[in-house]
Structures are given as structure tokens and as C-alpha cells.
């Protein structure tokens, strides 16, 4: 048990819709990174917060973006849904200073699937 | 750019067989971290191991052991006697390059799916 959660666990929508999944970390993470995983790859970095403030993001489009909260939850919205961005959506959490030496903690993820 | 390259898309042994999960990643950077994770069915990936790129020394826990080599570029994850629930896919990561927030993002390779039966 990472004391990680997201929700909801499954997700289905259709296409130029919008979505909001969220993550509860553990108290004290003050960092949450966000990853999406498709079918048979390894996860691909969204985006990351660190108190509150965007700390570095992937290359994926502005039509993702994130918000995390001082209670230890962040949300990823993703508008204008297409049809690839189906995926396994995966959030972490760390404790620490948003360092590359710092472990991060996974939760189950969101299954998303874009009709 | 950091890479990393897991060569072995799917391996199946049989229980109590010795496995090994290769690693080999890319970096221009003098200071990184590799770490292994273990993705079960129900997707959550389960955090095994992180080495930083100065610690060349090999690792023991129970049945795994890591084999970090820094002069081929890899990180290699051995299971011994292995068992049914250690049925799963397992990623090798990196993560690196200064202090910057992408610094600490982790790069995954494509993942090893190992299957064991009895």
C-alpha cells in the first residue's frame, strides 16, 4: 500500500469531451507527478507539481493541465478528449524537495477510454 | 535525452527458475537514478528498487539482486527461485539531469512482461 489514491478507477468518454481525474497523496508528499500509460508501453510524463506550482512538464499539448491542492490532493483535466489519449492514467506522490533522487509512489491509476 | 531500453518484450519460466530482466539506458548526465518497479494486473506500479549512478555495488533483498554496471549502461534485475505471484510487468527507470522539476521526472523503458507457471 502506497497510500496513494486516484479516482475514479475506470473512466468512459467520448470524443471533445472533458475530464477531471483525481489523486489523493500521502500527507507529507508534497510532490505529485502525473503519467499516462497506453496499451503495452511504459509511462510517459505529464506533468509535475510541487507545492502547489507546476515544476516541469512532457511534451504533451496545453489541452492537459493539473491543479494540486494543500491537502495533499491534485487533480489532471484533459479537455477536447481524442481518441489516443484512451490510456492508463497514473499518479505519483514523493516526499522531498522535487528531486531526482526521490522515490515516487504510485497509485492504482484511472483507466480512461475515449470513445 | 535519457532512454531506456528494456530488450525483453515477454519472458515465461517455470517456477523456481532464475530470471533475469535486462536494463540498458542512455544519459549525458553525471548524477542519475535508476530504479525498477513492478506493475501487477491491477496496474499499480509497486516501487522494488533505486540506485543512484556513484553506488556500483550490487544488491540483495530475499530473492532479488540488481547488477548495476555503469561501464555497459546497465541495470539488470535478477529473480531467484522465482514463484507464481511473481507473475507481473517490470519497468526499469531514470531519472536525472540537474534540479530543475523535468530533472526529476522518470523515464520508463517499454517493461517486461514475465509470466511464471507452475
Known amino acids: 500500500e502506497t497510500g496513494v489514491t486516484q479516482s475514479p478507477t475506470h473512466l468512459i468518454k467520448t470524443r471533445g469531451q472533458q475530464v477531471t481525474l483525481r489523486c489523493s497523496s500521502q500527507?507529507?508528499?508534497?510532490?505529485v507527478s502525473w503519467y499516462q500509460q497506453a496499451l503495452g508501453q511504459g509511462p510517459q510524463f505529464i506533468f509535475q507539481y510541487y507545492r502547489e506550482e507546476e515544476n516541469g512538464r512532457g511534451n504533451f499539448p496545453p489541452r492537459f493541465s493539473g491543479l494540486q491542492f494543500p491537502n495533499y490532493s491534485s487533480e489532471l483535466n484533459v479537455n477536447a478528449l481524442e481518441l489516443d489519449d484512451s490510456a492508463l492514467y497514473l499518479c505519483?506522490?514523493?516526499?522531498?524537495?522535487?528531486?531526482?533522487?526521490?522515490?515516487?509512489?504510485f497509485g492504482p491509476g484511472t483507466r480512461l477510454t475515449v470513445l | 535525452a535519457q532512454k531506456v531500453t528494456q530488450a525483453q518484450t515477454e519472458i515465461s519460466v517455470v517456477e523456481k527458475e532464475d530470471v533475469t530482466l535486462d536494463c540498458v539506458y542512455e544519459?549525458?548526465?553525471?548524477?542519475?537514478?535508476l530504479f525498477w518497479y513492478k506493475q501487477p494486473p491491477s496496474g499499480e506500479l509497486v516501487f522494488l528498487i533505486r540506485r543512484n549512478s556513484f553506488d556500483e555495488q550490487n544488491e540483495i533483498s530475499g530473492r532479488y539482486s540488481w547488477n548495476f554496471q555503469k561501464s555497459t549502461s546497465s541495470f539488470n534485475f535478477t529473480i531467484t527461485a522465482s514463484q507464481v505471484v511473481d507473475s507481473a510487468v517490470y519497468f526499469c527507470a531514470l531519472s536525472g539531469g540537474g534540479n530543475t522539476g523535468t530533472a526529476s521526472k522518470l523515464t520508463f523503458g517499454t517493461g517486461t512482461r514475465l509470466q511464471v507457471t507452475l
Open positions: 544519459t549525458r548526465d553525471t548524477t542519475y537514478y
Open positions: 500527507s507529507g508528499h508534497n510532490t
Open positions: 505519483a506522490s514523493s516526499f522531498g524537495l522535487a528531486l531526482p533522487s526521490d522515490t515516487q509512489y
